[in-house]
């Protein structure tokens, strides 16, 4: 899911990208990748504040390795 969702934010399908990174998230909550990608592709989409949360929690998520 999170491979599919950066070749999907790649092309701009920006709403797309999110709900599969939001899929990838609820199935492995404690990868920070898909965490990261959700947060991107929220800031693409014109989302700041949404995407600062779940930059948070990727660096929570990140430090914890």
């Known amino acids: 899911m999170n491979n599919l969702g950066m070749c999907v934010r790649v092309q701009n399908r ?3 990208a999110a709900e599969l990174y ?3 998230v ?6 920070h990748g ?3 990608g959700l947060a991107s592709a929220m800031l693409d989409q014109g989302r700041p504040r949404d995407a600062a949360k779940w930059y948070r929690q990727a ?3 990140n430090a914890r390795e």
């Open 14 to 16: 920006l709403d797309e």
């Open 22 to 24: 939001k899929r990838a």
């Open 26 to 31: 609820e199935l492995n909550p404690k990868m």
């Open 34 to 36: 898909p965490v990261f």
């Open 59 to 61: 660096m929570d998520l």
